[in-house]
């Protein structure tokens, strides 16, 4: 409801002052082609996006992915003690954290939802638990080593090479996810 108001509020101010400085002609135009380039953006990014969840798909059925997974597992289980013996809780979390790997936060969602729901049946209700608050920490910062949502965006937008971020995005998402989990650790133990 906010952002609608807000949204509302930058188009009128933009709106009225393009009147008051007799620009409404260059504000109408603007905002034609700002609408023109919007649907193109999104066919290009939605293209890239479909291909990706292809791909991940292709990993799901070929086994690629369950073995990204049994790989994760021995440092999920140090990450998340109490769901190590619930075993579909620990497949959707490697699901998921091998899913932001690829850098496709959208086919990871839908498994992100389902670890969190079966650890929020494990722990007190109406309570989060450190291990759910890790999942969300993990989940948002997540390290990624192919950023394939934000190389698409770049590719629809021109870059000449979408992946020469690598490096960068490597550092941070590393720096990003430690920081995370040093963070919630040390509130984990002020709680207590």
């Not at 086919?107 to 650890?119: C, H, N």
């Not at 722990?123 to 948002?140: F, H, Q, R």
């Amino acid at each position: 409801m906010m952002m609608s108001c807000i949204w509302f509020g930058m188009m009128a101010l933009s709106v009225l002052y393009g009147a008051a400085s007799g620009n409404s002609a260059a504000v109408g135009a603007a905002a034609a082609d700002g609408a023109q380039e919007a649907v193109k953006f999104v066919i290009a990014t939605g293209g890239a996006i479909c291909l990706w969840c292809g791909v991940m798909e292709v990993m799901e059925r070929s086994g690629v992915s369950a073995a990204l997974s049994r790989l994760l597992r021995p440092a999920l289980r140090r990450l998340f003690p109490a769901c190590a013996a619930h075993g579909d809780i620990m497949d959707a979390v490697s699901a998921n954290v091998s899913a932001n790997l690829l850098g496709l936060g959208n086919a990871a969602t839908p498994m992100g939802i389902r670890a969190a729901q079966g650890m929020a049946a494990l722990g007190e209700k109406g309570a989060a638990s450190d291990e759910l608050c890790m999942l969300v920490v993990i989940n948002t910062a997540s390290i990624q080593l192919l950023p394939t949502t934000t190389a698409a965006v770049r590719a629809a937008c021109g870059a000449a090479a979408p992946f020469d971020i690598l490096p960068a995005v490597w550092i941070s998402t590393v720096l990003s996810v430690g920081a995370g989990l040093a963070s919630a650790r040390l509130f984990s133990r002020l709680s207590r």
